[in-house]
């Protein structure tokens, strides 16, 4: 009985119920391991899905 279009933790649902919150952001420090080593920064990232945030300051 149970359908994924009834379940309260669809995230379709939830975007619609508090379109606010997609908007959310908070920095956090991302690591990426290449051939060279790793490098740490810092970026900006959504709250609801971990992507980054893309900046147009960076040129």
Wanted: hydrophobic content about 20%.
């Amino acid at each position: 009985m149970n359908s994924a279009s009834q379940d309260p933790k669809d995230p379709s649902q939830d975007a619609e119920a508090q379109p606010s919150e997609k908007d959310e952001t908070f920095n956090t420090d991302v690591s990426e391991t290449d051939e060279e080593g790793t490098t740490v920064r810092e970026a900006e990232v959504r709250k609801d899905d971990l992507s980054e945030v893309k900046s147009g300051d960076n040129k």
